[in-house]
């Protein structure tokens, strides 16, 4: 399979873009879930129990002690309804996008899009997806974050109880820093992903096919993990908090800023890179799984569908 041909998605047909990345995603976040959930608990147990985080294993060791082993899946259905049609949504628009900033002229070896207009096309294919899909993030937080867990009996229940008592407002909460997140994700993975493949095959340093998949997704999931800790640090703060009945709003936090100057005055600037580990730990095999199942389903699937 010729990785140059498939990154462009130029032979793949355009609902076939869709359906891919929904299975492909879907399939990285069932593998990957309990690494995200420790990830959340990190980053949620200063403002759910007054104390500093007990640390990646600590955190994973307290959960199976106290909780169980199902607990490790907490969110499992929002969180594949999630991927299911954010990944769709990311995948399906990214080739459109590309083409519209590159004159509608197909993706060749010859004639490569400029990087910057991935990176655009990236961020804005993110965005949009994620602005969209923002109520099953926030049930999915709400559910694996341990105070609200046993409120929840199920993604319909939650969907249901959140629109009673917080209103639209309340499903969509964390919208800014959860489209912010997925634009600096997006632009990140796809457009990096796109040139280290396009880098190590120029070299010849590996052959192609899986092993370029696996370094090329290694590589754009550390950046990108970087770059967007902070912003999902704030963000599972503001969709994890309670929200105040008389006023609407949450206990702890107004605003994305207002999260952000807080933590900073309480813990540091390094606090917004708290569950970074575990977070690259989770990206890291999420896009090796979902870029190799996507580079198989786009070459296999497409010849017979």
Same mark, same amino acid.
């Given at each position: ?8 998605f ?7 873009l ?16 309990? #690494? ?11 403002m759910?129990?007054g ?17 169980? /082993? ?10 594949? +309804?999630?991927?299911?049609? *954010? !990944? ?14 590159? !004159?509608?002229?197909?993706?060749? #070896? ?8 991935? /990176? ?18 926030? #049930? ?11 409120k ?18 309340g ?10 997140r ?10 990096? *992903? ?24 290694l #590589? ?12 999902? $640090? ?17 206990? $702890? ?18 606090? +917004?890179?708290?569950?970074v /580990? ?14 190799? /199942?996507?580079e198989?389903l ?8």
């Open positions: 399979m010729s990785s140059y041909q498939s990154i462009g130029s032979t793949v047909k355009r609902w076939h869709f359906l891919w990345g929904s299975i492909a995603t879907c399939i990285g976040e069932i593998v990957t879930l309990p #690494i995200d959930v420790v990830k959340v608990r990190m980053q949620t147990d200063i759910l129990m104390s500093s985080s007990r640390g990646m294993i600590g955190t994973f060791l307290y959960m199976l002690k106290t909780e169980g /082993v199902m607990s490790l899946y907490a969110g499992l259905s929002p969180a594949v +309804l999630r991927q299911f049609l *954010y !990944g769709g949504l990311r995948t399906g628009l990214y080739e459109p996008l590309k083409e519209m900033l590159n !004159g509608s002229k197909k993706e060749t #070896i010859n004639d490569k899009l400029s990087f910057w207009k991935k /990176v655009i096309a990236g961020g804005l294919a993110g965005a949009i997806s994620a602005g969209i899909c923002t109520p099953t993030d926030v #049930i999915k937080i709400r559910m694996q974050a341990g105070c609200f867990s046993k929840y009996d199920s993604t319909l229940g939650a969907f249901l109880t959140i629109i009673r008592e917080e209103g639209l407002r499903i969509y909460k964390g919208t800014i820093p959860t489209s912010q997925a634009a600096i994700i997006a632009c990140t993975e796809l457009s990096i *992903y796109d040139e280290s493949k396009h880098w190590i095959l120029k070299k010849r340093w590996i052959r192609d096919g899986f092993p370029t998949h696996f370094v090329a997704s #590589i754009c999931g550390l950046v990108a993990t970087f770059l967007a800790s902070p912003i999902d $640090y704030i963000k599972t703060n503001l969709q994890a908090q309670p929200i105040d009945s008389n006023t609407g709003r949450g206990i $702890y936090y107004k605003s994305s800023y207002d999260c952000f100057k807080k933590t900073i005055q309480k813990e540091g600037v390094f606090a +917004l890179w708290r569950g /580990v575990p977070h690259y730990l989770r990206r890291g095999p999420h896009l090796v799984v979902t870029f190799s /199942v996507l198989q786009r070459y296999y699937g497409d010849k017979y569908l």
